[in-house]
């Protein structure tokens, strides 16, 4: 038996233990690198995919209208699961905001366990970007990319334009890898969520070595104590990340859901 090419979806059953067909020594000879790289890949963006497949459902199904904003757009993989996803579900008011630098991660002050997340790290630029997106075809003319360090592009005056334009989350993509990157993210998002609001928060367990009072998660329990709204837990994504569910909770009830 060949080595399955997609291994999340490929898992085979087998008649006799180990009762899921394991690849042995000979079928992994030349397993190099490249090879572990492509299986990571395989593996992360189909549960990533999983995940835009159901969220879209739920957004739809639930009348939840909105915009799609996603902040660390890189190689646009993500991105292009919510055009495709959009598409499918006909959401044809739904807009798409891009927010990166485009010149990769910032200088790192919050001492991520990830060596390689240097300044510059995981760069694409905004025209690679917007190549990848005019080539998957959907909805080209209602993605808008904004450019720039969140410290420096989430400002006040953007703000404004979009309470103006009374835009609203649908679904919100946070996967900008750093603690002190998703800060300004949370801030910026706070006005524009609803209830049904969907955060997908890519980096709730990567690059601090899981520890929830670092990372990501850090800045998303802080943001959590200063939001108008509560927030419940809703899909797993992979071993890194999980989305939440924005509700209001006027009676104060503090469900648990969990
Ligand atoms: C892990 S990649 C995103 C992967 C992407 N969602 C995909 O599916 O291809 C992280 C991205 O976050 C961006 N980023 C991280 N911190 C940022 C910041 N403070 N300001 C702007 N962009 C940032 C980087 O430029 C990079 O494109």
């Known amino acids: 038996m060949t080595t399955p090419k997609n291994p999340s979806v490929d898992i085979q ?3 006799g233990e180990p009762w899921v067909h ?5 079928e992994l000879r030349d397993w190099d690198r490249d090879s572990e790289i492509a299986y990571n890949q395989a593996n992360r963006q189909t549960e990533k995919y999983r995940f835009y497949t159901r969220t879209f459902d ?81 909805f080209v003319d209602h993605v808008e990319t904004i450019k720039g360090f969140y410290a420096d592009s989430l400002t006040p005056a953007l703000s404004q334009r979009f309470a103006e334009e009374q835009r609203k ?27 049904g609001s969907v955060l997908y928060i890519d980096d709730l367990f990567a ?23 509560r927030f419940v837990r809703h899909l797993d994504i992979g071993w ?12 104060n009830l503090e469900v648990d859901l969990a």
């Open 13 to 15: 059953a087998v008649d």
């Open 22 to 26: 394991l690849p042995n020594g000979s």
């Open 58 to 138: 739920f957004l739809t199904d639930n009348r939840v209208h909105g915009d799609y904003l996603e902040f660390g757009c890189h190689r646009a993989r993500t991105f292009r699961m919510a055009l495709t996803e959009a598409r499918r579900h006909n959401l044809n008011e739904m807009k798409f905001f891009a927010f990166d630098s485009f010149e990769g991660l910032p200088d790192a002050t919050s001492d991520p366990s990830v060596e390689i997340w240097k300044r510059g790290a995981l760069a694409t630029s905004e025209d690679e970007f917007l190549k990848m997106i005019n080539e998957q075809g959907h």
């Open 240 to 251: 890194w990340g999980r989305s939440y569910i924005a509700y209001e909770d006027p009676e």
């Open 169 to 195: 989350v649908s679904l919100a993509c946070i996967d900008c890898d750093l603690y002190e990157s998703a800060v300004p993210v949370f801030d910026f998002i706070e006005p524009l969520l609803q209830e």
């Open 207 to 229: 690059g601090y070595k899981g520890s929830p009072v670092k990372g990501v998660s850090r800045a998303f329990i802080e943001f959590r104590k200063r939001s108008r709204l």
